[in-house]
């Protein structure tokens, strides 16, 4: 089988960052028991590199909700905003007045901090305080998606529909939305992969715990959903194993049948 697994929540704890140790076992034991492991996440390349010494047991990895495709090492497919897209979000952004941070596979870019509306997003880019993050005068040409919070969501429907025949958005709730190229998401990256290792959708399973991974979820032939997963995702799934730190990952795969 070619098995797909998001990463917070589902392979990482949400506040720990670690992945347990049942949850490593069984990802080892499928894999060597013939199955492909794959992560499919919507972090970036870069939003992943600072826990990739924790996901190297896996063949794929499929990264920025389908934006960037990687097999043992070889990057298959990459999609990033050219120039004149970018200039014209990060202008609507501002012109909306919708927060956002922009990710990309080297770097990731947020306004500055006066610039920035809502105490709500200046709180959340609190997080990622010394990591970095570029400008968005930097971020010209250079990111694959975004995320972004809007205290009015009308506003959000504006910016969509200038957008609707260019990106897609995922509504992470609260106000929060990661948005993607057109055509892009964890579901369109399961079917590239598949495709390329010439493996039927008939013999794919997904795990995951949070509206982003709906899609993931609903592409695969076999829907898990974590145990700590929310009510939406739970409703899609085919099985709802324990919460990842009562061994989730472990019963999925043992309910699976692939250990």
């Given at each position: 089988?070619?098995?797909?697994?998001?990463?917070?929540?589902?392979l990482l704890g949400e506040w720990s960052h670690t992945m347990p140790e049942s949850a490593a076992n069984a990802i080892a034991a499928a894999r060597k028991n013939g199955h492909i492991c794959a992560v499919n996440t919507g972090r970036t390349k870069k939003l992943v590199?600072?826990?990739?010494?924790?996901?190297?047991?896996?063949?794929?990895?499929?990264?920025?909700?389908?934006?960037?495709?990687?097999?043992?090492?070889?990057?298959?497919?990459?999609?990033?905003?050219?120039?004149?897209?970018?200039?014209?979000?990060?202008?609507?952004?501002?012109?909306?007045?919708?927060?956002?941070?922009?990710?990309?596979?080297?770097?990731?870019?947020?306004?500055?901090?006066?610039?920035?509306?809502?105490?709500?997003?200046?709180?959340?880019?609190?997080?990622?305080?010394?990591?970095?993050?570029?400008?968005?005068?930097?971020?010209?040409?250079?990111?694959?998606?975004?995320?972004?919070?809007?205290?009015?969501?009308?506003?959000?429907?504006?910016?969509?529909?200038?957008?609707?025949?260019?990106?897609?958005?995922?509504?992470?709730?609260?106000?929060?939305?990661?948005?993607?190229?057109?055509?892009?998401?964890?579901?369109?990256?399961?079917?590239?992969?598949?495709?390329?290792?010439?493996?039927?959708?008939?013999?794919?399973?997904?795990?995951?715990?949070?509206?982003?991974?709906?899609?993931?979820?609903?592409?695969?032939?076999?829907?898990?959903?974590?145990?700590?997963?929310?009510?939406?995702?739970?409703?899609?799934?085919?099985?709802?194993?324990?919460?990842?730190?009562?061994?989730?990952?472990?019963?999925?795969?043992?309910?699976?049948?692939?250990?």
């Amino acid at each position: 089988m070619l098995i797909f697994f998001d990463i917070d929540g589902t392979l990482l704890g949400e506040w720990s960052h670690t992945m347990p140790e049942s949850a490593a076992n069984a990802i080892a034991a499928a894999r060597k028991n013939g199955h492909i492991c794959a992560v499919n996440t919507g972090r970036t390349k870069k939003l992943v590199e600072p826990d990739l010494s924790k996901l190297q047991s896996f063949d794929a990895y499929l990264m920025g909700c389908g934006t960037m495709i990687t097999l043992h090492e070889r990057v298959l497919f990459h999609r990033t905003f050219a120039e004149s897209e970018s200039k014209e979000i990060i202008e609507a952004l501002d012109h909306y007045k919708i927060d956002a941070v922009l990710e990309g596979c080297e770097n990731n870019f947020h306004d500055r901090i006066d610039k920035i509306r809502t105490k709500t997003f200046r709180d959340f880019i609190k997080r990622f305080a010394g990591q970095g993050y570029g400008s968005f005068g930097d971020a010209v040409g250079r990111f694959d998606k975004f995320f972004a919070y809007v205290d009015d969501v009308a506003r959000m429907a504006a910016f969509q529909k200038q957008f609707e025949d260019r990106l897609d958005l995922v509504d992470r709730k609260g106000g929060f939305f990661e948005i993607m190229p057109r055509g892009c998401s964890k579901a369109s990256a399961m079917d590239f992969l598949a495709g390329e290792l010439g493996i039927s959708m008939e013999d794919t399973a997904a795990l995951g715990d949070s509206s982003n991974d709906i899609p993931m979820l609903r592409r695969a032939h076999i829907a898990i959903a974590m145990g700590n997963a929310s009510e939406d995702v739970k409703a899609e799934a085919d099985y709802v194993t324990t919460s990842l730190e009562k061994d989730g990952v472990w019963n999925a795969l043992k309910w699976l049948g692939v250990i």
